[in-house]
Structures are given as C-alpha cells and as structure tokens.
C-alpha cells in the first residue's frame, strides 16, 4: 500500500506480500476466520503467484491488477440531490414564504458529536435551510432536553428536529427520542416510524437518513433490487434493521447478518446486494463476495496509520482493495455512503416542511 | 393416502404412486418448480423404488416409512398454557379482585370470522377471563366502530382489546387498529408495537399472537434459535414479518422468503428452523427442507376432498407426509400453531391487566 494514501482507496503502485499473514479483522463474529492482511487478495494472487517456494514477494501496478469495479460516487449523488434541495426550498419560500428549518440539539462535549453537528449547519445554510442549533452542557437534566424538544415541536418555524446521539449516559435515549413529535422526527427513529416501515401498506413519515442514503445510491445508479437476494451485516436500530426493512419493501430476499451469525462468509457470498453497517475495518473480505455483486459499505472506521496527517487513515467495513476486483459496484470509504447521509437529512427536512404547509 | 382421513397427517397404511405427477403447488413463487404430488416424497422413493420399467405402485404400511420426526403437539401445549393462565386469573382474582377482561368487535356476516370470535369467547370463559362481545352489522359506518374501541379504551373493566380482521371493504383498517389504546393492543397489530419489536433495545407492549405462539412452541421444546439459520416465509403484518423480526430478536439469523424470492427452494433447504405462514396448501416439498430442520408451519388451508364430511380437509404450506421424513420436528395441521394462536391472546390479555393493575 502506498505509505502516502490516508484513505482507503489508493489506485497506485503498491506492494503484495505474498503469505505474510496480517491481522485477524474478524473480531465479533463466530464461524470461519480469514487471516491475511486486507489487500492480499487470496483469489487475486493465486494467479499471480510465481512458481517458487517459498513465494516471492514482487511489486505489480494497479493497472496490472485494476479491478472492473464501478465506483458509486456518493459524493456526486449527494452534491446532486443537495442541488435539487436548494432548488425546491428556493421554489417553496416563494411561492407560499415558508423557508424549512431544522433544530439540532448537541448535549456534552463530544468532539466528533460536535463536528457531525457542525456538517450539519453548513449543509442547511448551503441549500437555504434554517438551522437551530441547541448545545447543553454533559451535566445538564433530561428534563432540559425534554423542554427545549417540546418548544421546538410547537414553534412552525421549526420542521425537523435531531437530537445528536450518543447522549450523556445519565439521560434516557429512549423518552427523549420519544419526546420529538412524530411530524417533525427527521432522523426517523421513531419506533411509531419504524414500525410503519415494517409493516405493508404503511408509510413512515421519515426514513432513517443512512440507510435511506444507500438505497437512494441503489437507485440513482440503476441497480435492481426487487427479486435480488440481499445481505445487510449489521442490525443496528439506526442503519442495518431500517436498511433490512427497506431493501423487503422492495421486494428484494433479505437476510441480516449479525454477531451471532455462523458462517457470515457463506452467507455473505450469496448476496447480489451487500449492506454492510458493522463499525469493523475491513472485516468483509474479498472471499466473501459474489462476483458481479453490489456493495455499499456504510463502516467509516479510523485505522491508525502514522504515515497519515492525522495519524489516521478511513477504511469501511469491507476490504476495499479486495472487493473491487470481485464485484461489479461499490461504495468508496470516504466518499460513499457518508455525504448521502446529511443529503438525506435535509430531503427529509425539507419533505417535513412540505408536508406541514401542504405544498407539492 | 388414507381417503378416511381428513386432516393432514394420516398414521395409516397408505398407497404411493411411484412417478404419477400430480399438481403443482407452488402457485404464487418465481424459481423452480417442483412437479409431484404431496407424500410422493421422492427422496425416500428412490431407497424403495423396484428395478422395474415402467415404475410399479406397490403398497407400503405407514410403519415401514416411518418418520422420525418429532410432532410438535400445539394442542397440549396450547392446554399447558391455558391452565396456567387459569390460575393465575384465579390468584390475581383472589388477592386484588380484579378479573382480565377481553373486548372482542365483529363487523360483517362473514362465517369465518363469526367461529373465531365464538372461539375466543369459549376460551375466555374456560380461563375465567370476562368476555365483551360486539356485533356490528356489515354497513355500518366506521365513526360506530371507533366509538365503541374509544369507549372500550376507557373502559377500567376492558385490558384488552380485538377487532376480528378482515373488516368490510368500507372501512379503513389503519383508522381502526390506530383507535385501539396501545397499551389494549392485545393483538399486538399497532405500529408503534411493530417498531418496539423491530428495535434492539425496546420492548413492545404486546406481540402479535401467532408469530409469538410460534416461537413458545420452540421455547417450551426446547429447540435452540440463538445463532441457527431461519427462514420465514411469507411476509404479512400479523404473521410473517413478526415472526421474523421476534427470530431476529433471539438472535437467529433470518431470511424472509416472499412471493418474489427466487430459488426459494434453495433459501429454505439451508434453513434450521422453517415458519411457513403464506396459505398455500403443500407448497413446501419435502425436497426443500433441511434433513434435521424444525419446521412450524402456520398454514391452515382448506383443500377440496369429497370423500370428508365437510368436503374438505385442512392442510398446511408444507407437505407434511413428505417433510416428517426430512426434518427432525414439525407442527400437525391441525392442532400445531392453531390452538396457540387463542392461549397467546388469553395470555396477552392478563399480561394486561397484570400491567394495568400492577400486579406481579
């Protein structure tokens, strides 16, 4: 790997270490465990692999091994739909005087906490949306909380509210999640949402932001869905249980694969769609892929790499050096799912306000 | 098969037609189709096939194919249940003088529906749970039917509350399971339900009756669900998807099978453990199940037989003559999943008022 590049998807000349096992990325699961450093595609090196003993380690260029891969550009998407949103705000304050706004609520000092909410606000003034933004002390009482989500369910110039996970471990994610009216719950973590998203015949009034980023890429690249046998690796409340859901409402065969889970390999392998929202860097090999498949990773794990400013590089869940010369699509870790989410968030922003003053 | 025989697992001599395809069951599923008649079970013809051409039918006793196949006996168990409900009604009589009350509406004529309801009201009485019946003709107007859930919801005598489903076309069936008081929401259909059970981390209220029914099954037989492979098949809001998201729950690793699953055959042939709740008779082969698999079949389908009294006979979604050769335990129909669909609903009922009155 090229010592220079601090994200995770170089396309530069790197080295292949023939045999050298790596670290074992397969933390949480159970069942069969690759070891080899990300990268060394087994599949790959096989037919590279020089006729000696012990194998050589040689230099190849990318070209050399370049991958058929299609490169889903969240970015590009995002930027798109973002262009979109500012159209429609800009069409909706016109006509009827009504700009969307949303509130963000930050309690505690998290750093990354603080910057998701920063992304945020500048993603609202970039397409013309209000932003409220709510920052409380860790110390402060749920029942503050409590007050300032109910001031923003009444106040009309608000339309969304979001309130930054994690909390304060002393507060009650759950009743304060449940204080957000249903009309303005933007992130969609409603359990009243949610169960409408599972159930035929009903329509949540928001869909969780993440997994409704990757199924957005899904369908602006033209990827079919309805029949496709698809594997979501992770059921998390806000990414793989929604994106489990959606993927079923779209008439695709869905399993979710977790922990507990024997043999996620397998199972993995079988899918023509790959969701993978797990938080373990490169844990999805390329073994575990079919070819031909679609891949959107939704991990955006920090890997210590002192070669990088920071001292860090961004990898997803899946191995992207490997899955690229196996499947036919996939997501890149920045780039990919990570600027559909905010995307998302003000569509959801903006489709709120719609709702509320009855404005197609 | 036996003609004298009515329900759907015969234990008497019977006639196998070596190579007479019969009909195909598999209406509504892309994929492979499998032609042959129920029972006809072609793995176990092949150990018994004469070297004969043409194939000859020759009569073999039930005892000399015998099955190894446990019975998951829903009716003794159902029984188990409703005894201890018994007395636990009886203990919370005695100690708070509280008796659990069941509101149950009937809208329409429809002769199905009036024996469920007159079912549920017998096994009220024999449990000592109170029983309040509403009868409405099938014209009324939807404004009388949510005027009797309001009254219903205030009622301190009422801890649970059902509309028998299907209600007639006029009216709007999202309109009238909202109505329902969600902490009365004995058949657990609220989506606010759904979503808790969908949720790691939340807990519903109230689980739907017959996908919890399923589940106590594998409970009290003590069939491990934690880690195995599941596959439900069908996806409706009051079987399907809540047996999948409760297997979920208890950390299985589940696949919905639905009406454009492709292969479906092949998804479910890995499954350990089989819920089939789609209403096809016979549809599942015993070709497609895992030798070993535990199968709960939901499926309680009438098929024409004039040699009945009724002129016809209850079968399930799987072919039970052929699976009980397969997998190692399965639900009769009848007496499997049906006699636990009423003792989940006796039970969410004192669960109830248990709630209500804070009685432990």
Redesign the interface.
Known sequence: MNSADCSSHSATARLLHFGSPGAIYLRRF?GSLHVGRCGSNPTHVKTLRLRSNPPKTITVTEAEVAASAKIIDGKMVAKEIRDEITTEVSRMKDAIGVVPGLAVMLIGERKDSATYVRNKKKACESVGINSFEVRLPEDSAETEVLKFISDFNDDPAVHGILVQLPLPKHMNE?NILNAVSIEKDVDGF?????????????EPSFVPCTPKGCIELLHRYGFQI??K?AVVIG???IVG?PAA?LL?RE?A??????S???NPEQ?VKEADIVISAVGQPDMVRGTWLKPGAVVIDVGINPVEDATCPRGYRLVGDVCYEEARKVVSAITPVPGGVGPMTIAMLLSNTLSSAKRIHNFQ
Chains 1, 2 share one sequence.
């Open positions: 159970v759950q409603h359990p009243l949402n949610i169960g409408r998203l599972a159930m035929r015949g009903r309805k029949g046998k059921r998390s409340n249980m859901l079923q008439d065969t869905v399993t979710i694969v977790h507990r889970t024997q199972i």
